[in-house]
């Protein structure tokens, strides 16, 4: 099950809660409303050689005929 982030927008607080996609939003322990799901900061890397980290699309591309 993934965490999510949830926050309430009557009282500002917030949580970090293990959901499953589908299920209902959580109730604030604070006051009793809905919560709404925040979106996350990734934690997403791509490991390997070419990836933007190495400015792989940004270098020179050879010209037809070069090699």
């Known amino acids: 099950m993934p965490l999510y982030e949830f926050s309430c927008d009557n009282c500002g607080n917030k ?3 293990l959901v ?3 299920h209902k939003k959580p109730i604030c322990p604070a ?3 809905r ?3 925040d979106i996350s900061v990734s934690n997403f890397r ?3 050689r070419f990836t933007s980290k190495d ?3 940004l270098k020179d591309k050879p010209e ?3 090699k």
């Open 64 to 66: 037809k005929g070069d």
């Open 35 to 37: 919560m709404l799901r």
């Open 15 to 17: 949580i970090e809660k």
């Open 46 to 48: 791509m490991p390997g």
């Open 20 to 22: 499953k996609h589908k």
């Open 55 to 57: 400015n792989y699309g």
């Open 31 to 33: 006051c009793g409303e």
